[in-house]
């Protein structure tokens, strides 16, 4: 407990001298083993990691073989090390240890897959993939769901549009799981498109079956309140509430929740205007995301208050550079509106000094 404390506040050397400790006196606890290993990866510890991924195999043979996990953290300290072939190979070593487990979870392998895109690149991992994907195995429809999403998190959408479609058309054979993870990326997937009728009509499907899902009541408030032909606020409001319910159930708080419903009542406007920016000042006291201060920004201009309102959208600005300096897909059109959202601050923060006495 000590160790994870410490590893919480970034102590992370304190907390492996500690959870090493307890390994000294437990050394065949698995459950600490692995806390050990996160901690030395949370830590960025990339030689200690490396080095105790080869002492756990040297002197472990059955974890050698079966270890999947060990070897996910070995690719991971590896590829920190600039040692990219070596890393490869370690993921694909856990990977055929999943694929040799008749009982073992699909989702243990998309996990790996997504580990390779965040730690190697995105097109090792659509390699990968895509190998799985044209299989003849009736997994196969689902690895056309991990491929469309691996396709979207490189920013080509049109190619993942087209990889769900492909997945959709043999939802037939998924089993209900899967169908529900493929109903939420062909969403996300439309969304970034912009084709949200499709989108629209994939996450009502899904809350059929999964009535609580806080992605699709998110999406679904945007969809109606800014991508419809015909604005539905009150449609817009209820799927916000319904999602803040769901969040509030869960005891948790969720930035982007908060923002979407902050945001409709922002769009609502009248009374519901205040009612939103404290949503939206909630929402970044959770966690700052881009789109939340923007809104703000908007906000703060409806209430004709151009000083703050640059304030958030300058900050939503940094935010959305932070995003591209990280190399990260960002949404062209968010950062279009900020801008445009900055030239009309800009323009009432002239006014309002023009009229000073």
Same mark, same amino acid.
Do not use: H
């Given at each position: 407990m000590l160790a994870k404390m410490y590893s919480a506040r970034a102590m992370h050397e304190r907390a492996a001298l500690k959870i090493r400790e307890a390994l000294t006196i437990d050394p065949s606890n698995g459950d600490l083993l692995r806390d050990y290993l996160d901690i030395l990866e949370a830590g960025r510890m990339w030689p200690q990691l490396l080095a105790e991924t080869d002492r756990v195999f040297s002197v472990d043979k059955n974890m050698a073989e079966k270890g999947w996990w060990v070897h996910v953290k070995r690719a991971v300290a590896l590829s920190n090390v600039d040692r990219k072939q070596e890393a490869m190979a370690a993921f694909i070593k856990a990977m055929d240890i999943v694929q040799a487990d008749k009982t073992a979870d699909q989702d243990?392998?998309?996990?790996?897959?997504?580990?390779?895109?965040?730690?190697?690149?995105?097109?090792?991992?659509?390699?990968?993939?895509?190998?799985?994907?044209?299989?003849?195995?009736?997994? =196969?429809?689902?690895?056309?769901? *991990?491929?469309?999403?691996?396709? +979207?998190? $490189? /920013?080509?959408?049109?190619? %993942?549009?087209?990889?769900?479609?492909?997945?959709?058309?043999?939802?037939?054979?998924?089993?209900e799981k899967n169908l529900i993870t493929c109903l939420s990326v062909a969403g996300n997937i439309y969304m970034a498109s912009g084709h949200f009728d499709k989108a629209r009509s994939a996450y009502e499907d899904l809350l059929v079956k999964r009535p609580d899902d806080l992605g699709a009541l998110n999406n679904l408030a945007c969809v109606f309140a800014e991508h419809s032909a015909t604005p539905d606020m009150t449609k817009a409001l209820e799927y916000s509430q319904r999602a803040?319910?769901?969040?509030?159930?869960?005891?948790?708080?969720? =930035?982007?929740?908060?923002?979407? *419903?902050?945001?409709?009542?922002? +769009?609502? $406007? /009248?009374?519901?205007?205040? %009612?939103?920016?404290?949503f939206l000042v909630n929402s970044i006291k959770v966690n700052e995301i881009a789109e939340a201060q923007y809104h703000l920004g908007e906000a703060y201009l409806k209430k004709n208050l151009p000083e703050p309102a640059k304030r958030s959208l300058s900050r939503a600005g940094e935010l959305i550079q932070e995003r591209i300096d990280k190399k990260q897909v960002i949404d062209e059109n968010l950062k279009k509106r900020i801008e445009e959202a900055s030239a009309r601050a800009d323009k009432a923060l002239l006014d309002l000094r023009a009229a000073a006495p």
């Open positions: 243990v392998l998309i996990a790996i897959i997504d580990k390779i895109r965040m730690t190697l690149d995105n097109e090792r991992a659509i390699a990968r993939a895509t190998m799985l994907a044209n299989g003849k195995t009736p997994e =196969a429809a689902l690895w056309k769901v *991990v491929l469309a999403y691996l396709y +979207l998190q $490189g /920013g080509d959408n049109e190619t %993942a549009e087209k990889k769900i479609e492909e997945a959709r058309s043999q939802s037939a054979v998924m089993e803040v319910a769901v969040m509030n159930q869960r005891n948790s708080q969720d =930035a982007s929740v908060l923002d979407t *419903v902050g945001w409709m009542n922002v +769009l609502a $406007g /009248g009374p519901k205007l205040d %009612a939103g920016i404290d």
